[in-house]
């Protein structure tokens, strides 16, 4: 699909639940395993499968970018304890990349902004050292590095990441 200047008017972000489990898995999977050969599998990441559970019901969330009805990115929240909270599943799909569309920036916008809305004011996330882009993407958006020992108990860890930052929000003003 080509991009256009009207693309990003049209990518909408919006929860998702799992009845978009196998949309989310068509998504995800490849860009860890093929395109980033990160050595994980769908039994390293059963929350894949129930994104209600891991994500909504513990305070958080998981949110979709769409385009029309095809799914180009996700987000995800895990709400912890001390007003905390872990992000996950990051990933937007190639073509949708980049500041053209904004398709990165408009999810983690969406993430921060209910974060602040929940009372949440520590996100922490974990990456792998060889996802160069995304890492300036976290730096550009305020978030600091930290080192595997200054996470936090409440951090919730996955499987492969070797690379930590942490972002400090305001909180919403009552």
Same mark, same amino acid.
């Given at each position: 699909?080509?991009?256009?200047?009207?693309?990003?008017?049209?990518?909408?972000?919006?929860?998702? @639940?799992?009845? /978009?489990?196998?949309?989310?898995?068509?998504?995800?999977?490849?860009?860890?395993?093929?395109? $980033?050969?990160?050595?994980?599998?769908?039994?390293?990441?059963?929350?894949?499968?129930?994104?209600?559970?891991? !994500? /909504?019901?513990? &305070?958080?969330?998981?949110?979709?970018?769409?385009?029309?009805?095809?799914?180009?990115?996700?987000?995800?929240?895990?709400?912890?304890?001390?007003?905390?909270?872990?992000?996950? %599943?990051?990933?937007? %799909?190639?073509?949708?990349?980049?500041?053209?569309?904004?398709? *990165?920036? /408009?999810?983690?916008?969406?993430?921060?902004?209910?974060?602040?809305?929940? *009372?949440?004011?520590?996100?922490?996330?974990?990456?792998?050292?060889?996802?160069?882009?995304?890492?300036? $993407?976290?730096?550009?958006? &305020?978030?600091?590095?930290?080192?595997?020992?200054?996470?936090?108990?409440? @951090?919730?860890?996955?499987? *492969?990441?070797?690379? !930590?930052?942490?972002?400090?929000?305001?909180?919403?003003?009552?």
């Amino acid at each position: 699909m080509t991009n256009t200047n009207n693309t990003i008017t049209e990518i909408t972000i919006t929860p998702i @639940f799992n009845d /978009h489990c196998q949309q989310i898995l068509g998504l995800v999977l490849p860009i860890q395993q093929i395109e $980033f050969n990160v050595p994980i599998t769908l039994e390293d990441q059963p929350d894949l499968l129930d994104v209600e559970t891991h !994500y /909504h019901q513990t &305070g958080g969330g998981f949110w979709g970018a769409k385009l029309y009805d095809e799914l180009i990115g996700t987000i995800a929240l895990i709400a912890t304890e001390d007003n905390a909270g872990t992000i996950r %599943k990051m990933f937007v %799909k190639k073509e949708f990349r980049g500041k053209e569309t904004g398709t *990165g920036q /408009h999810l983690l916008n969406t993430l921060i902004d209910y974060a602040r809305e929940a *009372g949440i004011i520590d996100l922490y996330l974990g990456t792998v050292n060889m996802l160069k882009a995304a890492h300036r $993407f976290y730096e550009r958006n &305020g978030f600091e590095r930290r080192t595997s020992e200054e996470m936090p108990s409440c @951090f919730r860890r996955m499987g *492969g990441e070797d690379l !930590y930052y942490h972002l400090h929000i305001v909180p919403a003003e009552s």
